[in-house]
């Protein structure tokens, strides 16, 4: 059980800079997320963590032991860490038998007999898999060796859990259910966890706390639904949910003393609370950014709304997403089924003001 | 029933043809070693001394004699036995040291590990008689000329090289995901290689082995100028020097062939499975 604090992380290539000046506090007992495309730099981040990997700059402190520090040739190995991977393809030790898989670790810390017997017996059955230790690998199925991992790491009582895309090898309904499995499990050890993914649903599942990173750059770090609710800018807006946020290129005009989005093909009236916020700002391009469920389609107009032509309609049975062009862009709307719609009928759109998000077209982040 | 098709016969034609041609020399052995000395000189070398039988047919054919094998044994036994003494212990070196050398070149990083790899690949292709004076200064030196600790000493340095690069190939194919996972479960660098990397190198052992097996077993060269007297004196000299300087007894030095050739057909005859295994799976990760 430690917290983590990450200074000024900075990993490079050759000429690529995987991760850079990357700043994380990681609370005690926090289900902490890296989440990202891939190549954003967070599975080189965790490598750092887990000290199988020597970043350029930057210091990792667990608690208040300094952990690594390459300026001051400060460096603990992994084997001294006392922190637990799972890896994204297993890394079962193919040769052994599950319970030597599992027993591993402990053998290693010369552990008696009878230790690693009991210890190795209880984590088997806390994770289910008490009939399958003197099984190989590769008799195993995805889901058993997965948690065939997950015991290889929880049987020491690692300080640290460290999940490299754990759930990214196994197929749709198991990834589904060993997600709740991991949660439930974080639940019962309250072990720090740092878990690294590209999937914006299992990040938002299990975080405390999101980090999303792009191009070894940090972007935000907050909980999921506040990364959801009040994203700081449009990668990070494009890359939380899904369909993703509808974003609208437009030119902030004032008209009548009020500021205005002009969309080209319409015009939108920005909200009070926002005209506050932008008063100051220079900028004249913006993104106008209005997640598909706060968007409601009216048969005709009125005031404040936006003329749109039906394309698609995409049923999923508890909802429908609804395809729409306005001019050249193309949004989704979430609607629930009952909506009577027909493909190529016009509609016009009313935004739910209360939740629009209004970014700055150049910095791309969040002005209102 | 169908007929095999005129171009599948004339393919069995031809590698039945190239089977003779391969069998001849090794059947000319056999029916010779067991020949006396005079039979030898009157008899054709692939006619074997079937007396009993061949005379029903109407064919001249001498008795067989087991005498050459005999005098074949008395003179090679002590080589033989030097040869498996020097040849086993060198295998076994030269691949328990090339699998470490792989193991740190292939999962370790530090600085010049690429630079130390190209001298190890440049070092299989250095021939054997460039370094044959030194060598034999070296071992004099040492106070080892003539003994089999230089002989087990000269092969287990030129296997070294071979063995290196055929280890880091085997495991530079192993997931880095599992060296990392034993680093975090607490191993360190020679645990990792005890508990797993050593564990999974059967096939990579067998390949190397009877690569080196085969390779120190027919060496001429290095016997011939490491071991005069007949303390070290490995089989291959032996077996040439049975070869007279003015006659030649043919019947025991195909026999003293024969006695050569036994130790490396038993290795292939019982590795022989793995060692097609383990050609095939370097052929199939390319």
Redesign the interface.
Known sequence: MVKVVIKNLTKKYGEVQAVKNLDLQIEDKEFFILLGPSGCGKSTAL?CI???LRPDRGEIWFDDKLVTNPQRGVYL???Q?Q???V???Y?L???MTVFRNIA??LE??NESRNEVLRKVKATAELLGISQLLDRKPKQLSGGQRQRVALG?AIV?EPRIF?MDEPLANLDAKLRVYMRVELKKLHQKLGTTTVYVTHDQVEAMCLGDRVAVLKDGILQQVAAPTELYDAPKNTFVAGFIGSPPMNMLNGKLVKKNGNLVVDLGVATFELPNWTQEKLKETQASEVVLGIRPEDIVLTGRYQENTIEAKVEMLESIGREIHIHLTVGEYSIVVVTTPAEDVKVGQPAWIVLNEEKIHVFDGKTEELMA | MTFPRPTRILLYVVLILFVFAFVIPFWADITTSLKTNMDVIVTVPVVPPLDGILRIFGLVSPSPTLEPWMIAFQIMGRPLLNSLEFTIFATILSCLIGSINGYVLSKIRFRGSNMIFLFFSIAIFIPYQTVLIPLVLTMSRLGLFNTLAALILAHTTYGIPICTLLFRNFYKDI?E??T?????????TW?IYQ??LL??SALPFVVAGVFQFTSIWNDYLFGLVLAQGIDAQPASVALANLKGTSTASWNVLMAGAIWYALPLVIVYLVLGKYLIKGYMAGAVKG
Do not use: C, E, N, W
């Open positions: 490598l887990a000290g199988l190995p992994p084997q860490r922190v637990a991977m890896f994204q393809d890394a030790y193919p040769h591993f670790p290693v810390r290889r020491r460290l | 997931p995901s599992l990392m996972a034993a680093k975090t479960d607490g191993a360190g645990r508990s797993i564990p999974l």
